[in-house]
């Protein structure tokens, strides 16, 4: 078992409809949890972090942690086909772990 | 903003060929790193390094070495370039001590013949 599942996709959803990606971990440990933006042929961009469990927002973005199940969500609401990217789930331990493992990514589509 | 930026975009090398990758980043960050994403295989950590000339293999370091002689700058090596190296190359960058956040370049998309 992978330490972290996160199903590929693609998810295609229409303009304007609420997102839901997630993840699933198994290392009760990881204690800092990122979501990252990949748009084809291009470099992961950050997006959001997480430290602990509980809810981040930002604009239409927002990142869920339930470290209780080992889950963690990104919510994106009113979706732009500019939302069309992979999006990469990454966790790590803290106080001096400097590797994240890396989900393989979802490939979403937004249609207008 | 942190900058991380890759020397080449897109390469095309032959079968046998040293081929150097060079990454850059301008934040005075701690630790480097070097990955390769493929489909259906997700990003896999080829090198790191936390510091100037430390350098640690990652899960897949076999065909690859790398140099760190400043901070700001990590080279990644193929000694002799195979085909199964044709992949998506990605340099990442982090702060150190408790950041684990990761900036990456924009990735070099090299192909071997």
């Known amino acids: 078992q992978k330490e972290v599942e996160q199903d590929p996709g693609p998810l295609s959803v229409p303009e304007g409809a609420i997102v839901s990606l997630n993840c699933t971990y198994s290392?009760?440990?990881?204690?800092?949890f990122m979501w990252y933006r990949q748009y084809s042929r291009k470099g992961p961009e950050l997006l959001m972090y997480t430290y602990s469990s509980g809810n981040k927002e930002d604009g239409r973005f927002t990142a869920q942690v339930d470290k209780s199940s080992k889950y963690i969500s990104l919510f994106i609401r009113d979706s732009q086909p500019s939302d069309s990217a992979t999006y990469l789930c990454a966790m790590s331990l803290s106080g001096g772990s400097y590797i994240p493992t890396f989900g393989r990514g979802t490939s979403l589509i937004v249609h207008p | 903003d942190v900058k991380v930026t890759q020397s080449s975009r897109y390469l095309v090398k032959r079968t046998g060929e040293k081929v150097f990758l060079e990454c850059v980043q301008d934040?005075?960050?701690?630790?480097m790193f070097w990955y390769r994403q493929d489909p259906g295989l997700g990003l896999r950590l080829i090198y790191f390094?936390?510091?100037?000339?430390?350098?640690e293999k990652g899960d897949i370091p076999e065909g690859y070495s790398v140099s760190r002689e400043k901070k700001e700058r990590f080279s990644l090596i193929l000694e002799s370039a195979s085909t199964n190296q044709t992949s998506m190359y990605l340099c990442?960058?982090?702060?150190?001590?408790?950041?684990?956040?990761?900036?990456f370049g924009p990735g070099t998309r090299l192909l071997v013949l």
């Open positions: 934040m005075d960050h701690e630790n």
């Open positions: 390094s936390y510091d100037v000339k430390m350098k």
């Open positions: 990442a960058s982090s702060l150190g001590q408790w950041q684990e956040t990761q900036y």
């Open positions: 290392n009760s440990a990881f204690q800092y």
